[in-house]
């Protein structure tokens, strides 16, 4: 980006675009009546599309996706190393920000990123069966996942760009709020068929047909949210002119109130991920929980995030970003210790956390987007959000890769606190909580 105006959104203003006969053609801005059908059209959108999310945890993980690794023989660093892998998603949101600099069209970039990150898994399904490989199936796997994720990763920017300047600012709140709970509806259903499929078919002995089953109905749902994408309309975007890379992403951090965000989102980056990949795997291994039983987890969380979600849009709206994210992220420091007090005959503990989950994490991630949106500036706000997804990314990385390191190292450990012995795995559920506790201060710091 050759100067930080180079670039202009067009909800609400005039773009225009200069066509190769050397004329102007002025585009309009959305009219009212295609913004609120645009906006329709992505919470239907998004509820499809969270079927995949959900079952192939394209986005945070999920228990499926460890699942997964593990059968086809995944340890603990690889594990970890699988926590760190949206990292190449995120990096190549900068990819996303450049191509929409240059064609100005974020609808192709969404509808052709998503759609060929999300069919990967039509390939990856199938690796439990092939036995022809030789063992090689995991590092496949590995290598699919990278590369759906970078796929993901560009299109995740230009979807965020789009959103953007479709939503009105002053209904973002509440208009997230209703989608989310659409989406969580969605997951709900796909968690619960999901996990009673895949333990179903585990009970015969037969759990690679069972993981192919439930990916393939993710792949379908992908290719019906695809056919909504094409449907939604976007705000007209002006392309810019040909920008050397370091002008495009240095626009955004030259502005300090978004920089101290993207600080403190890296932070939080680091304190969630170490411990992110290991949880459903914890529940697995060292709890003796069923698919069945962890899919009612998620779907108990899903379940009251059906009536936070849009209470928290509400109170972001009224009272703003900063009051609501700071409580939610204190909401969420006692929650890794749920999995902790847990034991394979008594998960009372793990079910206060799938219900306070509902309550906290609505928040998190509306008011992380929010703020996103709100403070990345409008001259760049492409790179802007590649800037914060690289960053932030930097901290899924290292969070990755040290949780799967930590939890290599203290697998045979025990760390006594207390009337409390933690072993393995609980150890870095007990780092994350701290982690987060700090991470509350940071946050009320930075929002002013």
Not at 77 to 102: D, H, K, N, S, T
Not at 345 to 359: D, E, M, R
Request: net charge positive.
């Amino acid at each position: 980006m050759g100067t930080p105006t180079s670039v202009r959104h067009a909800a609400h203003t005039t773009a225009a675009t200069r066509p190769a006969t050397g004329s102007i053609r002025v585009l309009a801005p959305l009219s009212p009546a295609e913004v609120r059908r645009g906006m329709r059209i992505s919470i239907l959108e998004g509820a499809i599309a969270n079927v995949h999310i959900t079952i192939t945890g394209a986005i945070g993980g999920s228990v499926f996706l460890t699942g997964f690794a593990l059968l086809l023989g995944a340890n603990s660093f690889q594990l970890g190393l699988m926590g760190a892998l949206p990292f190449i998603g995120q990096m190549f949101q900068f990819v996303g920000a450049y191509l929409e600099e240059r064609i100005g069209n974020r609808r192709a970039l969404v509808l052709y990123g998503a759609l060929a990150g999300r069919l990967i898994w039509a390939l990856l399904l199938t690796l439990p069966l092939l036995s022809v490989l030789n063992g090689a199936q995991l590092a496949i796997f590995f290598v699919g996942l990278a590369c759906s994720y970078a796929l993901n990763g560009i299109a995740g920017n230009a979807w965020m760009s789009w959103m953007s300047d479709l939503v009105p600012p002053q209904q973002r709140g509440t208009y997230f709020g209703l989608r989310n709970t659409v989406a969580a509806l969605a997951a709900m259903a796909a968690t619960f068929l999901a996990g009673q499929t895949l333990d179903a078919f585990r009970a015969r002995g037969h759990e690679a047909p069972g993981y192919a089953v439930i990916f393939g109905v993710a792949v379908l749902a992908a290719l019906v949210a695809a056919a909504l994408i094409a449907r939604q309309p976007e705000p007209p975007l002006q392309p810019g002119a040909r920008v050397s890379l370091a002008a495009l992403f240095g626009a955004p951090l030259r502005d300090q109130g978004f920089r101290s965000f993207m600080l403190a989102g890296t932070g939080w980056a680091l304190v969630t991920g170490i411990a992110t990949p290991f949880f459903s795997a914890y529940g697995l291994s060292v709890l003796g929980l069923s698919f069945a039983t962890l899919g009612l987890t998620a779907i108990v969380t899903s379940a009251v995030s059906l009536v936070f979600g849009p209470l928290v849009g509400r109170l972001q709206d009224r009272y703003g970003y900063r009051v609501v994210l700071v409580a939610c992220v204190l909401g969420t420091v006692p929650l890794p210790w749920g999995w902790i007090l847990s034991t394979p005959t008594n998960i009372t503990p793990l079910w206060l956390t799938a219900i306070f989950s509902g309550v906290f994490w609505p928040g998190l991630t509306q008011g992380l987007a929010n703020v996103l949106m709100d403070r990345a500036p409008r001259d760049c706000r492409g790179a802007a959000m590649a800037a914060y997804s690289a960053l932030t990314g930097l901290g899924t990385l290292a969070a990755g890769l040290l949780g799967g390191a930590i939890a290599t190292l203290l697998a045979a450990a025990q760390v006594t606190l207390g009337p409390l012995t933690l072993t393995g795995m609980a150890c870095i559920f007990a780092l994350t909580s701290l982690g987060r506790a700090v991470m509350a201060g940071v946050f009320w710091k930075t929002l002013r």
